[in-house]
């Protein structure tokens, strides 16, 4: 069955970096953009970046850009999200999605990512 | 791109019907027919329950409907059951600069 699986995530101080892993499986990973979204505790979602099926086309929430890098192996049918510069409000569970169509479908079951000195 | 407004929360009984709001813009919700809501139930991972408005995908219950006027989308939950507590989400595609907007979130109660 379709199946994303998230890793990656952890303690990391302010101003530090973490890479992120979403491991894709059951579908062809090269066909279907792909995003990350977040959710901080007990807040709503927040799309955070997506990247075009074959990596070309990568768009950013202005929230991470120039901090946040997405990108994708397609050989290994991973995605990733680098992140730098980490603040204290990117504290949150970090999704990975297929996008089908206009719609996010499925989602991993998320990955905690955890800013604090 | 500001989030688009949901009811903070809904509630109703088992057996009654609730609708969920999602107000946005004509940037948004307004501009395109690529209206999706998600259910997370506390811990979980967000589903998709309604795509481009008001289509279902396979396996969710015709229960769940979605609409769309102007600027503002709604979800109508009928012949509510226990199972359907939990937080809903709208989503728009809002053009190729910030592609996606979510809502806030509304947390649904039932009685």
């Known amino acids: 069955q379709v199946q994303l699986v998230e890793s990656g995530g952890g303690l990391v101080k302010p101003g530090g970096s973490l890479r992120l892993s979403c491991a894709a499986s059951?579908?062809?990973?090269?066909?279907?953009?792909m995003s990350w979204i977040r959710q901080a505790p007990g807040k709503g979602l927040e799309w955070v970046s997506y990247i075009s099926s074959s990596g070309s086309s990568i768009y950013n929430a202005d929230s991470v850009k120039g901090r946040f890098t997405i990108s994708r192996d397609n050989a290994k049918n991973s995605l990733f999200l680098h992140m730098n510069s980490l603040r204290a409000e990117d504290t949150a569970v970090y999704y990975c999605?297929?996008?089908?169509?206009?719609?996010?479908?499925?989602w991993g079951q998320g990955t905690l990512v955890t800013v604090s000195s | 791109q500001s989030a688009l407004t949901q009811p903070r929360s809904v509630s109703g009984s088992p057996g009654q019907s609730v609708t969920i709001s999602c107000t946005g813009t004509?940037?948004?919700?307004?501009?395109?027919?690529?209206v999706s809501w998600y259910q997370q139930h506390p811990g979980k991972a967000p589903k998709l329950m309604i795509y481009d408005v008001s289509k279902r995908p396979s396996g969710v219950p015709d229960r769940f409907s979605g609409s769309k006027s102007g600027n503002t989308a709604s979800l109508t939950i009928s012949g509510l059951q226990a199972e359907d507590e939990a937080d809903y989400y709208c989503c728009s595609y809002a053009g190729s600069y910030t592609p996606w907007v979510f809502g806030g979130g509304t947390k649904l109660t039932v009685l």
């Open positions: 004509s940037s948004d919700v307004g501009g395109y027919n690529y």
């Open positions: 999605a297929r996008e089908t169509g206009w719609r996010f479908d499925p």
């Open positions: 059951g579908f062809t990973f090269s066909d279907y953009y």
